[in-house]
C-alpha cells in the first residue's frame, strides 16, 4: 500500500506583528503576504507555523514569542490559548479600547465612506473582568486535550468536561476551572455541578451519539445580586431531583433554580418549557433613570430573556442613545428589534410614546410585564419580524415617527427596513449595532436621506475583539 505524503506546514520566523485585526486575530506582513494570527499582540515578534493560504494572505499559528511587546499584560485566565473566548486578555486594556475604537472608523470610512470626524473616543468599561451576567455552559464526553496531554499515557482520551466549547471543535469541550469574566458563586456553581455528576455517575451529552443526561447549565447574576440558575438535561431521570435538590442545600443564595428536559438535537431553550423547580421563575435587575441615579426601573428577566450582557455598560450606551435622540415630550419613538423592552421602557418616560417592534415573541410578553412592572402606560409591543410588521398599514395605524431607535442583530437591518425608514423620514435614526461592518453597510443606504451626525462607541465586552457602536442619523 502506497502512503500519503504528508506536506510540511510552512514557518514564518521573525514575523512583527503590526496591527490588531478582525475576529480576535492580530496581523503582519511577510513579503506582500498578510498574515493573521490568534493570540498576538501590536508589536510582538513572532514565529508562526501557515493553517491556511490564500493568494495575498494565511492564516497561522503561534509557535513562539520572540519579542515581548511592550502592549502585553499577563493573562488572567488559566485557560487562555484554548478557549479562545477573551483573545486580548493579553493585551493592556487602554490599547484594547484604541483598537477597537480603530476597528469601528475603519469599517464606517471604507464600508460606508463615512466622514467620521465627528466621531468620540469610545468609553471605556469600569470593570475589566467579572463583567457578564450570563455565560451558558456545556456538557460533554469528550474534553479537548491539549498536545501534552494527549502524548501523557496518564489521560484518557475519553474524559468528559463541563466547559465552554473549542473554536472550530463542535463536539470538544474544554473543561472550565475558572472564568473571570462573571463574578462568584459562577464558578463555585459549576464546580460544584461537575464534582457532583461525576461523583455520582450521571451521564454526560454525547454530541454525536445523542445520548447522555447532563447537557447545559446557564448562569444568569444582577446588579442587585440575585442568581438564576438553569439545568438542561436530555431525557427524564430520576436522578434529575436528588442533583437539584443537592444544588438548592449547597447554594440557598440561588434566588431561581430552573431546569428542562431537552430531547431536541440542538441546545436552543427557546423552544422548551423551563420548568421553576425552587424560588421564582425569574430574577430582577434595576437600572437607573437617565440623568437621575436615585430612581431605578426594574427588568424582570426570565429564563429565555436576552438582557445586555453587560449590566453597567448597558446604561451607558442607553444613555448616549438618549442624549443623541434629544427626546421631547412630545415626540413618537419606534424602537424596532427591541428585545425585552429595555430601551423602550428606559426612554418612554421622557417622550408621549415608544411602539417596540421585536421577532421572538416571548422577548415580547417580557417587555409588555416590564412596561406594567414599572407603572409605564406609554408603550406598545408587536411581535414579529421586523421587515413585515413595519410596513404602511403599520404607520397609519400607529403614526409616523418623530425618532427611530433601532438596535439589529449581528447582520444588521433587512433592506425592506432601510427602505422603510427612508420612506418615514423620521427626524433621526438613532443605529446601535454590536457589527460595525455591517452597519457600515446599512449607513451608505441611510445617507441616501439622513446626514452622519455623532459617533460614539461603548466598549461591552472587554478582553474580546467585540464593540458596540452608536451613529446618529440626521434628516437632511
Same mark, same amino acid.
Given at each position: 500500500?502506497?502512503?500519503?505524503?504528508?506536506?510540511?506546514?510552512q514557518?514564518?520566523?521573525?514575523?512583527?506583528?503590526? *496591527?490588531?485585526?478582525?475576529?480576535?486575530? +492580530?496581523?503582519?506582513?511577510?513579503?506582500?503576504?498578510?498574515?493573521?494570527?490568534?493570540?498576538?499582540?501590536?508589536?510582538?515578534?513572532?514565529?508562526?507555523?501557515?493553517?491556511?493560504?490564500?493568494?495575498?494572505?494565511?492564516?497561522?499559528?503561534?509557535? *513562539?514569542?520572540?519579542?515581548?511587546?511592550?502592549?502585553?499584560?499577563?493573562?488572567?485566565?488559566?485557560?487562555?490559548?484554548?478557549c $479562545?473566548?477573551?483573545?486580548?486578555?493579553? %493585551?493592556?486594556?487602554?490599547?484594547?479600547?484604541?483598537?477597537?475604537?480603530?476597528?469601528? !472608523?475603519?469599517?464606517?470610512?471604507?464600508?460606508?465612506?463615512?466622514?467620521?470626524?465627528?466621531?468620540?473616543?469610545?468609553?471605556?468599561?469600569?470593570?475589566?473582568?467579572?463583567?457578564r451576567?450570563?455565560? *451558558?455552559?456545556?456538557? +460533554?464526553?469528550?474534553?479537548?486535550?491539549?498536545?501534552?496531554?494527549?502524548?501523557?499515557?496518564?489521560?484518557?482520551?475519553?474524559k468528559?468536561? /463541563?466547559?465552554?466549547?473549542?473554536?472550530?471543535?463542535?463536539?470538544?469541550?474544554?473543561?472550565?476551572?475558572?472564568?473571570?469574566?462573571?463574578? *462568584?458563586?459562577s464558578?463555585?456553581?459549576?464546580?460544584?455541578?461537575?464534582?457532583?455528576?461525576?461523583?455520582?455517575?450521571?451521564?454526560?451529552?454525547?454530541?454525536? $451519539?445523542?445520548?447522555?443526561?447532563?447537557?447545559?447549565?446557564?448562569?444568569?447574576?444582577?446588579?442587585?445580586?440575585?442568581?438564576? !440558575?438553569?439545568?438542561?438535561?436530555?431525557?427524564?431521570?430520576?436522578?434529575?431531583?436528588?442533583?437539584?435538590?443537592?444544588?438548592?442545600?449547597?447554594?440557598?443564595?440561588?434566588?431561581?433554580?430552573?431546569?428542562?428536559?431537552?430531547?431536541k438535537?440542538?441546545?436552543?431553550?427557546?423552544?422548551?418549557?423551563?420548568?421553576?423547580?425552587?424560588?421564582?421563575?425569574?430574577?430582577?435587575?434595576?437600572?437607573?433613570?437617565?440623568?437621575?441615579?436615585?430612581?431605578?426601573?426594574?427588568?424582570?428577566?426570565?429564563?429565555?430573556?436576552?438582557?445586555?450582557?453587560?449590566?453597567?455598560?448597558?446604561?451607558?450606551?442607553?444613555s448616549?442613545?438618549?442624549?443623541?435622540?434629544?427626546?421631547?415630550?412630545?415626540? /413618537?419613538?419606534?424602537?424596532?428589534?427591541?428585545?425585552? $423592552?429595555?430601551?423602550?421602557?428606559?426612554?418612554?418616560?421622557?417622550?408621549?410614546?415608544?411602539?417596540?417592534?421585536?421577532?421572538?415573541?416571548?422577548?415580547?410578553?417580557?417587555?409588555?410585564?416590564n +412596561?406594567?412592572?414599572? $407603572?409605564?402606560?406609554?408603550?406598545?409591543f408587536?411581535?414579529?419580524?421586523?421587515?413585515?410588521?413595519?410596513?404602511?398599514?403599520?404607520?397609519?395605524?400607529?403614526?409616523?415617527?418623530?425618532?427611530?431607535?433601532t438596535?439589529?442583530?449581528?447582520?444588521?437591518?433587512?433592506?425592506?427596513?432601510?427602505e422603510?425608514?427612508?420612506?418615514?423620514?423620521?427626524?433621526?435614526?438613532?443605529?446601535?449595532?454590536?457589527?460595525?461592518? +455591517?452597519?457600515?453597510?446599512?449607513? /451608505?443606504?441611510?445617507?441616501?436621506?439622513?446626514?452622519?451626525g455623532?459617533?460614539?462607541?461603548?466598549? %461591552?465586552?472587554?478582553?474580546?475583539?467585540?464593540?458596540?457602536?452608536?451613529?446618529?442619523?440626521?434628516?437632511?
Open positions: 500500500m502506497k502512503l500519503k505524503k504528508i506536506k510540511q506546514r514557518r514564518i520566523d521573525n514575523l512583527e506583528i503590526i *496591527e490588531a485585526a478582525a475576529e480576535g486575530n +492580530s496581523l503582519g506582513k511577510k513579503d506582500d503576504m498578510v498574515v493573521f494570527v490568534p493570540f498576538c499582540v501590536p508589536g510582538d515578534i513572532v514565529n508562526v507555523e501557515v493553517e491556511r493560504q490564500k493568494k495575498n494572505y494565511c492564516q497561522a499559528s503561534l509557535i *513562539e514569542v520572540l519579542h515581548y511587546s511592550d502592549k502585553r499584560e499577563k493573562e488572567k485566565c488559566p485557560h487562555f490559548g484554548i $479562545g473566548g477573551c483573545k486580548w486578555q493579553i %493585551m493592556q486594556y487602554s490599547w484594547q479600547l484604541f483598537y477597537k475604537n480603530k476597528q469601528v !472608523l475603519d469599517n464606517l470610512q471604507r464600508i460606508g465612506r463615512i466622514d467620521t470626524s465627528n466621531a468620540s473616543y469610545i468609553i471605556g468599561a469600569d470593570r475589566e473582568y467579572f463583567y451576567n450570563k455565560l *451558558e455552559y456545556t456538557f +460533554s464526553t469528550k474534553s479537548y486535550l491539549t498536545k501534552q496531554e494527549i502524548q501523557s499515557k496518564e489521560n484518557n482520551l475519553q468528559p468536561a /463541563l466547559g465552554f466549547h473549542v473554536p472550530k471543535f463542535f463536539d470538544k469541550v474544554i473543561d472550565i476551572e475558572y472564568c473571570a469574566l462573571q463574578e *462568584e458563586p464558578n463555585e456553581i459549576r464546580n460544584f455541578i461537575r464534582d457532583y455528576t461525576l461523583k455520582n455517575n450521571l451521564t454526560y451529552y454525547d454530541i454525536k $451519539g445523542h445520548f447522555g443526561l447532563m447537557r447545559n447549565i446557564i448562569i444568569r447574576l444582577t446588579t442587585t445580586k440575585e442568581i438564576m !440558575l438553569i439545568v438542561c438535561f436530555a431525557q427524564k431521570s430520576k436522578e434529575i431531583l436528588p442533583l437539584l435538590n443537592a444544588i438548592k442545600d449547597k447554594f440557598p443564595q440561588i434566588t431561581s433554580l430552573m431546569y428542562c428536559i431537552n430531547e438535537l440542538n441546545d436552543t431553550i427557546f423552544d422548551q418549557k423551563i420548568i421553576c423547580f425552587s424560588g421564582k421563575d425569574h430574577i430582577v435587575e434595576k437600572m437607573p433613570y437617565y440623568n437621575d441615579s436615585k430612581k431605578s426601573l426594574k427588568f424582570k428577566i426570565g429564563a429565555k430573556s436576552f438582557y445586555q450582557t453587560n449590566s453597567l455598560q448597558a446604561y451607558k450606551l442607553y448616549k442613545a438618549v442624549e443623541f435622540a434629544q427626546l421631547k415630550r412630545e415626540y /413618537l419613538v419606534y424602537d424596532l428589534y427591541c428585545g425585552i $423592552g429595555t430601551i423602550t421602557n428606559f426612554i418612554a418616560p421622557y417622550v408621549r410614546e415608544v411602539i417596540g417592534i421585536e421577532q421572538v415573541e416571548d422577548a415580547i410578553l417580557d417587555a409588555r410585564n +412596561s406594567e412592572f414599572n $407603572g409605564i402606560r406609554n408603550t406598545k408587536f411581535a414579529g419580524d421586523t421587515e413585515k410588521i413595519l410596513d404602511e398599514d403599520f404607520i397609519k395605524e400607529n403614526g409616523k415617527p418623530d425618532i427611530v431607535i438596535d439589529p442583530p449581528r447582520a444588521g437591518m433587512h433592506q425592506k427596513v432601510i422603510t425608514l427612508l420612506e418615514i423620514e423620521a427626524k433621526k435614526i438613532i443605529y446601535i449595532s454590536c457589527n460595525p461592518a +455591517s452597519q457600515a453597510r446599512d449607513s /451608505l443606504l441611510l445617507m441616501e436621506k439622513y446626514s452622519v455623532r459617533i460614539q462607541s461603548v466598549d %461591552m465586552f472587554p478582553q474580546t475583539q467585540h464593540v458596540e457602536n452608536i451613529i446618529e442619523f440626521i434628516l437632511k
